[in-house]
């Protein structure tokens, strides 16, 4: 058996509130993940033209609010 296999299988085991904290945990996980490849994308500049563009569009009116 893999070692996904091996997690699948535990989390398939859970009771319903070994669930759930797993569950907020994962999320949380998952969330400082994507924040540190964001932070890491900006240091190494590959936001700016998109960020260019917005600040463009916005100076230029063609903006609406949500």
Do not use: C, Q, Y
Not at 44 to 65: I, M, P, T, Y
Request: net charge negative; hydrophobic share 40%; glycine share 4%.
């Amino acid at each position: 058996m893999t070692k996904l296999e091996d997690i699948e299988s535990a989390v398939a085991k859970l009771a319903p509130g070994e669930l759930d904290r797993f569950r907020a945990w994962f999320e949380d996980f998952e969330a400082d993940r994507f924040d540190t490849k964001i932070e890491r994308h900006v240091r190494e500049g590959k936001l700016d033209a998109l960020a260019d563009h917005a600040l463009s569009e916005l100076r230029k009116g063609n903006v609406r609010d949500l």
